[in-house]
């Protein structure tokens, strides 16, 4: 498998009005109806997703193998969050991803995400034990 190359800097930006749906009642991880901390992390996942998705030529992927969330401010349903992921580091096939998830100027979260740069065929087949 020939790796693409990723430099530190790459980035994207992708956003998420909240719902009902993504509150932590409806999770199911909390009681109160604000953006939940599950829904914070898959929003930074999907940042660091499409901050790759240019680079990756057919047959590789990259999976999350690392995560840490600072959930720092409540986002009631309604606002719009944005999440901002940009590369801060390339080890082999490790990359480092921080994000950063606003809600206006207000830091909603801060998130540091591992992906791992992986033959994606070869991942599923081991996947589903072939």
């Known amino acids: 498998m020939e790796l693409p190359e990723f430099a530190p800097g790459l980035n994207a930006r992708v956003e998420l009005t909240v719902t009902d749906a993504d509150t932590a009642q409806s999770i199911g ?64 096939r490790k990359l480092l991803f921080h994000v950063e998830v606003r809600d206006g100027e207000t830091v909603v979260a801060e998130v540091h995400v591992e992906r791992t740069v992986l033959d994606r065929t070869r991942f599923i087949a081991r996947a589903l034990g072939d």
Do not use: F, Y
């Open 29 to 92: 991880s909390g009681d109160v109806p604000v953006l939940a901390t599950p829904r914070v992390l898959a929003l930074a996942e999907a940042a660091t997703v499409a901050a790759t998705a240019r680079q990756i030529p057919g047959g590789i992927t990259t999976v999350g193998t690392r995560a840490t969330v600072e959930h720092r401010a409540p986002t009631p349903v309604g606002r719009k969050v944005l999440a901002h992921a940009r590369l801060v580091g390339v080890d082999g």
